[in-house]
């Protein structure tokens, strides 16, 4: 089991940026797969953006591809999000959330993907 630990949200105002980042500890965070997920207030969480155990392969949700990016670092064990031209339908908490399979040859975007957890950040972006 590996241990995540997000670190970044705020309230920031539309326009603007922020950076999360994840933690992670427990296993080898460099063979698997990491993701991020956001759940508004009333609404079923959500995929943002994911990004394979090698690095070299990344895949966004529609909603904010060419705002976000993701990266990992996994000297370091731990991912980021960076997000630009946030909008009022950015305000969630956003969770960092691992693989269930190490090596995986695709980019996980499905729940059920995931088999770790973060504890969740919230993002505030006013209008």
């Known amino acids: 089991q590996v241990q995540l630990v997000e670190s970044g949200g705020g309230l920031v105002q539309a326009g603007g940026s922020l950076r999360l980042s994840c933690a992670a500890s427990?296993?080898?965070?460099?063979?698997?797969?990491m993701g991020w997920f956001r759940q508004a207030p009333g609404k079923e969480r959500e995929f943002v953006a994911a990004?394979?155990?090698?690095?070299?392969?990344?895949y966004y949700a529609t909603s904010v591809k060419g705002r976000f990016t993701i990266s990992r670092d996994n000297a370091k064990n731990t991912v980021s999000l960076q997000m630009n031209s946030l909008k009022p339908e950015d305000t969630a908490v956003y969770y960092c959330?691992?693989?269930?399979?190490?090596?995986?040859?695709?980019?996980?975007?499905?729940?059920?993907?995931?088999?770790?957890w973060g504890q969740g950040t919230q993002v505030t972006v006013s209008s």
């Open positions: 959330a691992a693989d269930r399979s190490q090596y995986r040859l695709t980019v996980p975007w499905q729940i059920p993907d995931f088999g770790s």
């Open positions: 990004i394979k155990w090698s690095g070299d392969n990344t």
């Open positions: 427990g296993r080898t965070f460099s063979s698997y797969a």
